[in-house]
């Protein structure tokens, strides 16, 4: 099943302009991460914040983490034609055991327009 | 250094039949993760393999097997193959469980 929920579905903004994309989820979790995927093949680590950080950079990107909501936002600042891409939230919300792996959600698909 | 590599790339099957799709995870990393990707939907969790241990198994049915090698390699079976079977099955691997997963491109899996 899906934990998170990536809102909106599909976004489409000019070159040069900033994305926003968010997630929502369902449990407690060990820490939240982003992964891009290209023309739905692997998909590339962006980032992961922990259960007990609010913020954190890299490079062009911008997570916030707020457990009470349950949510999460990735930012994607000055934006090119190359995030044309899908973006997943995937939550790690095991013990430590692994038992449930990460859980991802639909996805926001991004487009950027030159 | 090579990433996560996946074989075959593309594979046709028919109904009741059985595959095996294969990974190599990057050198070093002893965790390998098999995920399922159905069209427009995100990665749904199948199995976890550490030090050649079943880690972790999500909801799918026992027609779904796995193994870790010696050399961390990993496969994934699937038998009596159902058209629902249809999608992209994504390998990684990983240092640490659940963190920063590197991912293969995938087996594209067609069940006619």
């Known amino acids: 099943s899906q934990q998170g929920e990536e809102d909106p579905q599909a976004l489409s903004i000019q070159e040069g302009e900033n994305a926003t994309m968010n997630c929502s989820y369902k449990t407690s979790i060990n820490n939240l991460q982003w992964y891009r995927q290209n023309s739905g093949r692997g998909l590339v680590h962006l980032i992961l914040i922990r259960s007990n950080e609010r913020e954190k950079h890299s490079g062009r990107l911008r997570v916030t983490l707020d457990t009470s909501k349950k949510s999460s936002s990735l930012l994607i600042t000055a934006s090119r034609a190359a995030d044309t891409a899908s973006y997943f939230c995937?939550?790690?919300?095991?013990?430590?055991?692994?038992?449930?792996?990460?859980?991802f959600g639909k996805g926001t698909h991004l487009i950027i327009q030159p | 250094d090579a990433g996560v590599t996946q074989s075959p790339t593309h594979l046709i099957k028919t109904r009741g039949q059985h595959v095996t799709l294969r990974c190599s995870p990057i050198?070093?990393?002893?965790?390998v993760s098999w995920y399922q990707q159905v069209l427009g939907q995100g990665p749904q969790f199948i199995f976890q393999y550490y030090e050649k241990e079943e880690r972790g198994r999500g909801n799918f049915p026992d027609r779904f097997s796995a193994r870790q090698f010696p050399n961390y390699s990993s496969e994934l079976n699937v038998n009596a193959l159902l058209l629902g079977d249809s999608a992209l099955y994504l390998c990684a691997s990983s240092l640490d469980d659940r963190v920063k997963l590197f991912f293969g491109s995938g087996t594209q899996l067609s069940v006619l």
């Open positions: 050198s070093g990393h002893k965790s």
């Open positions: 995937a939550t790690d919300a095991g013990s430590g055991g692994g038992a449930d792996g990460l859980t």
